[in-house]
């Protein structure tokens, strides 16, 4: 039944290492994205992704990259993890269309710390 | 660009009384304007937008907002607080005259509703 579902929901890993997050949406939506929100809960957009084209907000490092097998999974993949990227991870999804106008879905969140 | 401001971190309201949580944008061509609102550990839940038409938008819970194109603001209104609508309020803005299909946040407003 869950709109927009994320794995792991917590991620606790070391320095240095590299893991990925998954997302998946089963709304039929045609545009995904991924948002980092930090301890002060301010919310930044890190990707926008359809089947046409990625977005990709300039300051996201490069560490980071979005990957999507297919239209419902969007996962996020991230190297050499550093300790300035432990927040709170949100996928989203929306139907875009010709317009920007549908609100987005968002998952739990998935909680990242690192060590 | 785009942009968006919460002016308040923090908004205390007793039981009852009626609430505003303030929003205002900053676009180069027309908005469109969304509420979300988040309860601990959880991602964003939709609650209202404004795409176009009449400035007074209802949405869910007994939540409503009213777009001021003069002000730029668009701030979150209920005339009745409950307890139970304590969470963490967030405004978001997309251009819907320039490209891309993301949207800004604003920074969050935590809503109190005391007994």
């Known amino acids: 039944d869950t709109a927009v579902s994320q794995t792991p929901k917590y991620l606790v890993t070391q320095m240095g290492n590299d893991k990925s997050i998954k997302c998946e949406q089963n709304?039929?939506?045609?545009?995904m994205y991924w948002y980092k929100q930090d301890s002060k809960k301010f919310l930044k957009i890190m990707f926008s992704y359809n089947n046409k084209e990625l977005i990709i907000n300039e300051t996201v490092p490069n560490r980071f990259s979005p990957k999507s097998p297919d239209k419902a999974h969007l996962n996020l993949h991230i190297n050499s993890l550093e300790l300035g990227d432990s927040a709170v991870y949100f996928c989203?999804?929306?139907?875009?269309?010709?317009?920007?106008?549908?609100?987005?879905?968002f998952g739990p969140g998935t909680r990242l710390t690192v060590t | 660009a785009q942009s968006v401001a919460q002016p308040e971190d923090q908004v205390n309201v007793a039981e009852g009384n009626p609430l505003t949580v303030k929003c205002t944008y900053s676009v180069s061509g027309n908005p469109y304007l969304f509420w979300y609102v988040q309860y601990p550990n959880r991602g964003l839940q939709f609650l209202l937008k404004?795409?176009?038409?009449?400035?007074l938008v209802k949405g869910s819970y007994g939540f409503e907002a009213e777009f001021n194109k003069s002000q730029t603001s668009f701030h979150l209104k209920k005339p009745s607080a409950l307890v139970s609508d304590s969470a963490l309020y967030f405004c978001?803005?997309?251009?819907?005259?320039?490209?891309?299909?993301?949207?800004?946040f604003g920074g969050g407003t935590r809503l109190m509703v005391k007994p």
């Open positions: 404004y795409i176009t038409g009449d400035n």
């Open positions: 989203a999804s929306s139907q875009i269309g010709t317009s920007g106008r549908n609100e987005q879905y």
């Open positions: 978001a803005v997309r251009d819907r005259d320039n490209a891309g299909n993301m949207l800004t």
């Open positions: 709304l039929g939506h045609d545009t």
